[in-house]
């Protein structure tokens, strides 16, 4: 079994930044891609950025290319997500998602594993 674990949510000003983590343990392997997704408030789950497991590839959402970006530390089993210029529009909760394939995948079917989330909240 595997456990993500997120961190680093709050409450920021519009214009701010934010860095979210994602700790892995359990039967997780350094080529596993991961992935954040998001689902605000009366919406369904959004992609935001995924990460092959190598951290090679990476992909995003239309809506945060130029602002997020995704990184990995193998080391550490650890997937970051540097959110900079944040908008009122990305207040969600942000979760994080991990895969048995290697390919960064912005499809929410493609990922087997889930962490419980983490508020992330842009005032404006």
């Known amino acids: 079994q595997v456990q993500l674990v997120e961190a680093g949510g709050g409450r920021v000003q519009g214009g701010g930044s934010l860095r979210l983590s994602c700790t892995a343990s359990?039967?997780?392997?350094?080529?596993?891609?991961q992935a954040w997704f998001r689902r605000a408030p009366e919406k369904g789950y959004e992609f935001v950025a995924a990460?092959?497991?190598?951290?090679?590839?990476?992909n995003y959402a239309d809506s945060v290319k130029g602002r997020f970006t995704i990184s990995r530390d193998n080391a550490k089993n650890t997937v970051y997500l540097q959110m900079n210029n944040l908008e009122p529009e990305d207040t969600a909760v942000y979760y994080c998602?991990?895969?048995?394939?290697?390919?960064?995948?912005?499809?929410?079917?493609?990922?087997?594993?889930w962490g419980q989330g983490t508020q992330v909240t842009v005032s404006s």
């Open positions: 990460i092959s497991g190598s951290g090679l590839l990476t």
């Open positions: 998602a991990a895969r048995t394939g290697i390919g960064p995948s912005g499809t929410y079917a493609s990922y087997d594993y």
């Open positions: 359990g039967h997780i392997f350094a080529n596993n891609a």
